[in-house]
């Protein structure tokens, strides 16, 4: 049966760049959120600076993942599938922006659970460094990073209903190190988890 592997973590940490070379190794089919759907990129224009509620904001993402969704599982019947972010970017990013832990389980009830999540962590100030050459977008800055960082481990300590992995949780320090390296510690860690995956 094909895995959906979903990649999660603070802006900067890489989690692109590992998403897709797990991909290409697993022969999956790569995908993300925001997607480049109509909502999608209406999503991208708020978060490169245009205005909007932060409730508002929410129910957009939670909109695009309707869609996404869709599209994850039908891709799910002919390969595995790998996300770079997906619910779990919601959850901690909208709860550090003070909005209710109900109201966004409640608006993403549809969500598919995911067999594993792969969350990479890295220092706060290298990952600003990586983001220096690319535009920046509103989440960008390092106290509010600090505080999804803070986020993401208060999510993977103490989810054990709705959102809960089949497989987990997977923590990868991707500071400091050369990408090939993080992509062999995540491989392994993966495989670890799912031994099968790799045919």
Do not use: W
Request: proline share 3%; glycine share 6%.
């Amino acid at each position: 049966m094909n895995k959906f592997i979903v990649f999660e973590g603070i802006d900067g940490c890489g989690k692109t760049t590992q998403a897709k070379l797990v991909a290409e190794k697993l022969n999956a089919n790569f995908t993300f959120e925001p997607t480049d759907g109509k909502i999608g990129k209406s999503i991208r224009e708020i978060l490169a600076g245009s205005k909007c509620n932060k409730e508002t904001l929410a129910l957009l993402f939670a909109a695009d993942r309707v869609e996404h969704v869709s599209k994850i599982e039908e891709d799910l019947k002919n390969a595995h599938v790998v996300s770079d972010r997906y619910v779990y970017s919601s959850i901690v990013y909208q709860m550090t922006q003070g909005i209710p832990k109900d109201f966004i389980y409640k608006i993403n009830d549809y969500a598919k659970i995911p067999d594993l999540v792969v969350l990479l962590d890295v220092d706060l100030n290298e990952a600003l460094k990586r983001m220096e050459s690319r535009e920046k977008e509103i989440f960008e800055k390092l106290e509010f990073q600090k505080k999804i960082k803070e986020g993401y481990y208060n999510l993977i300590n103490s989810e054990n209903g709705k959102f809960m992995p089949k497989y987990g949780f997977i923590v990868i320090d991707t500071t400091s190190k050369p990408i090939d390296q993080v992509f062999n510690e995540i491989l392994n860690a993966i495989v670890d988890k799912i031994p099968d995956i790799i045919q």
